[in-house]
């Protein structure tokens, strides 16, 4: 088996997100995105085909595939929409950090009933006397989350809370992911529920991390595939000096480095899925391969843009979009800047 091999049983989930995003997906993501509707039509059918339960051990309810066939499905949403993808993300990343956690609300989180946030430690939400303080400044799902699954801290110690109410969101117009409900959320005053401290909160709080940067880089390898398609189609069609921009040389060199880039970044998210779903220590793995993978998506969508000429700044083509979106994905996480500096500590300890 090599390294992008699946089972035939993870093939054929692939195969049904695959035409699943092909029939509902792919026709739709322009039309939400440009006019910033929640993409939940969309979200709610990823339900119903009950993939939120992909990377949930069997013992506990779930798949039991592991996070391998999760990151495949999200590279193959992502090349159409992140904003549906990054959706997709929270809810298993929610799940994960329950899972670890043994929390009840991992059946809700499973089966999509209710959309939820992850709410990340980068985000420095404080628990006191059973009510949260604090606001998470860029949130995926905000604006509609029915529940958060909140990494927070108690007296100095690490909790992992689920809040279903009195918070306050405010809808974001951010750079990208527009039809995500991205959102600032005030969560002052907002009562909350402990279900895992200390050692426990901080294991369940890291698996949520980890599934947070795996499927954030497969989401970006997705985009960046989607840009490259989107330019070499273009530059196909596109005449220019009494032939296709695809036969120039400069062009060619773009969708070269792009796809180079893009394909290294795939690479080590799978690689990174391998290690967690072996059970090793992914840490340091995950985060290179979302940074690669972010980097990769953004790269691919600037050349794409430029083999597009003035073109490529219109919602037609879809490019600028996959721009966008690969920019609010750096600034997710914590930032781009934050998880260097982690990788830093890690690789050079």
Not at 30 to 47: P, Y
Request: aromatic share 4%.
């Amino acid at each position: 088996m090599h390294n992008l091999q699946l089972t035939e049983d993870q093939d054929m989930i692939l195969d049904t997100v695959r035409k699943f995003t092909a029939d509902v997906v792919a026709p739709k993501a322009q039309e939400l995105d440009e006019h910033r509707q929640l993409a939940r039509e969309q979200f709610d059918q990823l339900a119903e085909l009950g993939v939120f339960g992909l990377s949930v051990a069997e013992a506990a309810g779930g798949a039991g595939m592991g996070l391998l066939p999760f990151a495949a499905a999200l590279e193959t949403i992502g090349v159409h929409s992140a904003s549906l993808a990054r959706l997709f993300l929270v809810q298993v990343q929610a799940a994960a950090a329950l899972e670890a956690a043994a929390a009840p609300q991992l059946e809700v989180a499973m089966t999509g009933s209710e959309l939820i946030a992850f709410v990340g430690p980068e985000h420095g939400l404080v628990l006191a006397g059973g009510k949260l303080a604090g606001r998470a400044r860029l949130l995926t799902a905000g604006t509609a989350a029915g529940l958060f699954v909140i990494a927070a801290t108690e007296n100095g110690v690490p909790v992992l809370v689920v809040a279903t109410g009195g918070h306050q969101a405010t809808p974001l117009r951010a750079l990208g992911l527009a039809s995500a409900g991205c959102a600032a959320v005030a969560f002052d005053g907002a009562a909350a529920t402990v279900v895992a401290r200390g050692d426990a909160a901080q294991a369940a709080i890291a698996r949520g991390q980890l599934v947070g940067w795996i499927g954030t880089a497969a989401a970006a390898v997705g985009g960046g595939h989607g840009s490259i398609q989107a330019a070499r189609k273009h530059a196909g069609e596109r005449i220019a000096f009494g032939k296709p921009l695809l036969v120039q040389e400069a062009v060619q060199r773009k969708l070269v480095e792009s796809r180079r880039a893009v394909d290294a970044a795939r690479h080590l998210v799978w690689h990174a899925a391998r290690l967690a779903d072996l059970g090793q220590d992914a840490t340091e793995a995950a985060i290179a391969a979302r940074l690669a993978a972010v980097d990769a998506m953004v790269l691919a969508a600037d050349e794409a843009i430029q083999i597009h000429g003035g073109f490529g700044y219109t919602v037609e083509y879809h490019v600028e979009r996959h721009y966008r979106d690969g920019k609010t994905f750096e600034v997710l996480d914590g930032g781009g800047e934050a998880l260097r500096n982690r990788l830093a500590a890690l690789q050079l300890a």
